[in-house]
């Protein structure tokens, strides 16, 4: 079975490889970043990003649901 992706962005490079470091202990195929991931092309299953920093955060959500068409419609 494949390794679910997931993305954390964090400017806080602390909190970012805590995260990582759990997530990776629970068997997740991790990619840290500490702002907007530039076309990496990784379809990711779960993003977790840093909610109080104004670092285009628009801009991040849009090019995550570029890169994954069809996962993020609501019905």
């Known amino acids: 079975m494949a390794k679910s992706c997931v993305l954390v962005v964090d400017d806080d490079v602390m909190l970012r490889d805590f995260l990582a470091n759990r997530l ?3 068997g997740f ?3 840290t970043a ?3 991931v530039e076309g990496s092309g990784t379809q990711y299953d779960l993003v977790f990003q840093n909610i109080e920093k104004p670092f285009s955060l628009g801009k991040l ?3 995550i649901r570029a890169m994954s068409p069809g996962r993020f419609d609501r019905n």
């Open 29 to 31: 195929d991790v990619t």
């Open 61 to 63: 959500n849009r090019r």
């Open 24 to 26: 990776s202990g629970e």
């Open 34 to 36: 500490p702002g907007p």
